[in-house]
């Protein structure tokens, strides 16, 4: 037990067409669709989860897909930027895959990090930062060789509306110590030293941007992890002491979590690290069939009734889950 935050768990987003953004994330960068569930405050929506190959937090990147509605808006309040690691001396060929793929990638480099920036279907900021040693383990890549493939999240950018007061809160209460500040955005990197994934924040300290609004090709929220539930009691403990307002611990199936606005705005989720992806599908099943809570289970039929059809990465239809 740690009682201290880890780093990044998860990253949950708006999208429009599921179809669209399974090509993009599963088979064009080669993440592993691990959970294909609905979301839980809206049983209409599917939420798709990509990750590495057991869904491990760290990995996660999940969406909410929602077809009908319009383009949100980018800016305060948002993170407006998801960024992965890759391994070192991989930038050449994603390059020439997202070329392939028809997609503009630009690159820079990032508190020394070679990155490539590009944006999804739905034009939501996505980065490949090369950052890690070593090839990915874990994963089902598709058609991406394990030497350049996704390992897990760099870092997120955060369009905070008071930069100072989110450092603070980030420094004094979420175990975050500041590295480094370039070109007005400041970097901010976990105290835990346990895992290579999730480890960065970036806070731009002037953003030039309105306030943002939500729609497809926005992140909804930004999820922490904990290593576990008595973990979780005593980070929630610390986030009241530190003046913030967080729910109680609803119950996400796959991880526990608390939920409150930080006070530049974007919405922080702590989640634990328990009991993971693998709680109702084995490793080798993730992400095969469309996965209910227990009190939905009875309604399955008319669920799955109200969501639209895709195909996922295996070529399994969903919502039926028929190959
Ligand atoms: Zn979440």
Known sequence: MTNQILGIHHVTSMCGDPQANVDFYAKTLGMKMVKVTI????????????????????????????????????GVSQADTTSFAVPKGSLGFWKERLAANAIEADESVEFGFPTLTFLDPNEMIIQLVESIATPATNANYGEIPASFAI????????????????EKLLTETMNYS??????????????????????????????????????????????????DDPSHEVVREQIMNAGQRPTEIIDRTYFHSIYFREPGGVLFEIATDNPGNTVNEAAEELGTSLQLPSWLEPQRGAVAAGLPEFVGPTGIHFPGGKK
């Not at 989860?49 to 077809?67: A, K, S």
């Not at 760099?154 to 930069?163: C, I, K, Q, T, W």
């Open 178 to 227: 500041l590295k480094g500040e370039e070109n007005d955005v400041k970097l901010y990197e976990t105290n835990f030293t346990g895992s290579t994934y999730g480890r960065y924040i970036q806070i731009p300290q002037n953003p030039q941007v309105p306030f943002g609004r939500m729609g497809t090709g926005i992140t909804h929220h930004v999820a922490f992890r904990v290593a």
């Open 39 to 74: 979301n839980y405050d809206d049983p209409s929506s599917y939420h798709f989860y990509y990750g590495d190959g057991l869904g491990r937090p760290g990995t996660l990147l999940t969406f909410f897909p929602w077809p009908s509605a319009p383009r949100g808006v980018t």
């Open 151 to 166: 390992h897990g999240f760099h870092h997120v950018r955060l369009l905070s509306a008071r930069p100072e007061s989110t």
